[in-house]
C-alpha cells in the first residue's frame, strides 16, 4: 500500500530554489507512475510535473518548465521535485501522488490514486 508523505517545503525569496521529497512508507513507489501538483487557496489543484515509474519519462506544465526537475529513486522509494528560479506565483501546498496513469492522464488528478498531505511552498518577492 502506498503511503506517501512530502518534505522540504518552506519560506524561499524569489529567485531561491526549494527540493521537495516524498517519501513511500509503504515501499511500492516503483510499481507507480507519479506526480506532483500544487494548490492554491480557492482552487483546484494544478498539475506541475509527472514522471513515469522507470524515471525516463518525464512531463511538465507550461509554468514548470525550465524550471522544475522531477526525479525518482525508486531504490529509496522517494519522489523529488527540484524547484530552482522561484517566483511569488509558485507559492502554494505541494502534494505528491501515486498512479497508473500515463501521458496526458498523468496531467489531471484522476490520474493518481494515493496522494501525500502536502507540504507549503512560500516565495516572497
Known amino acids: 500500500q502506498v503511503e506517501l508523505t512530502e518534505s522540504g517545503g518552506g519560506l524561499v525569496q524569489a529567485g531561491g530554489s526549494l527540493r521537495l521529497s516524498c517519501v513511500d512508507s509503504?515501499?511500492?513507489?516503483?510499481?507507480?507512475?507519479m506526480g506532483w501538483f500544487r494548490r492554491t487557496p480557492g482552487k483546484e489543484r494544478e498539475f506541475v510535473a509527472a514522471?513515469?515509474?522507470?524515471?525516463?519519462?518525464?512531463d511538465y506544465a507550461d509554468s514548470a518548465k525550465g524550471r522544475f526537475t522531477i526525479s525518482r529513486d525508486n531504490a529509496k522509494n522517494t519522489l523529488y521535485l527540484q524547484m530552482n528560479s522561484l517566483k511569488p506565483e509558485d507559492t502554494a501546498v505541494y502534494y505528491c501522488?501515486?498512479?497508473?496513469?500515463?501521458?496526458?492522464?498523468?496531467?489531471?488528478?484522476?490520474?493518481?490514486?494515493?496522494w501525500g498531505q502536502g507540504t507549503q511552498v512560500t516565495v516572497s518577492s
Open positions: 501522488a501515486a498512479g497508473y496513469c500515463s501521458g496526458s492522464g498523468c496531467h489531471v488528478t484522476q490520474g493518481y490514486g494515493a
Open positions: 514522471i513515469n515509474w522507470s524515471g525516463e519519462g518525464t
Open positions: 509503504g515501499r511500492t513507489l516503483s510499481a507507480y507512475s
